[in-house]
């Protein structure tokens, strides 16, 4: 079983939908204004942007973006902080070369590609500092 459709509830759908075209590559496969907007990537997910002005995640709630190298996770991290986003450094975490941040639409993504080497840390630091900065 895979999952492949997802839909996410934020206040500004077109600033969203706009960041995600632009850093991971989706493509709007159809919208109406700030309303709603539909999104695929590469591999078939269906991730739907739904306009709502109440829209809370608790903090721990993300979605996450592998990649294929430690080298590509590094080059979104750089790409997203000289753009001016709050990014944690990318660190070993849970098996994985990981970062997060906060995203346009106020909830969390991870970036990150699985690593074979053994990692001390279960929980990433992210998780343990909710003011998303250092």
Known sequence: MKLNHINIAVKDVIITKEFLE????LVCIGSAGNKFAAL??????????IQDENAVYPETFHIG???KDENSVDKIYERLKIDGFKVWEPSLAHGSYTFYFKAPGD???EVYTQVEKK???VVHPYFNDFSHGK
Do not use: A, H, S
């Not at 632009?22 to 590559?25: D, I, K, V």
């Open 22 to 25: 632009n850093y991971f590559e």
């Open 40 to 49: 695929n990537d590469d591999d078939g997910l269906l991730f739907n942007l």
């Open 65 to 67: 973006f592998p990649q």
């Open 107 to 109: 909830f969390t993504i």
């Open 119 to 121: 990692t001390k840390t």
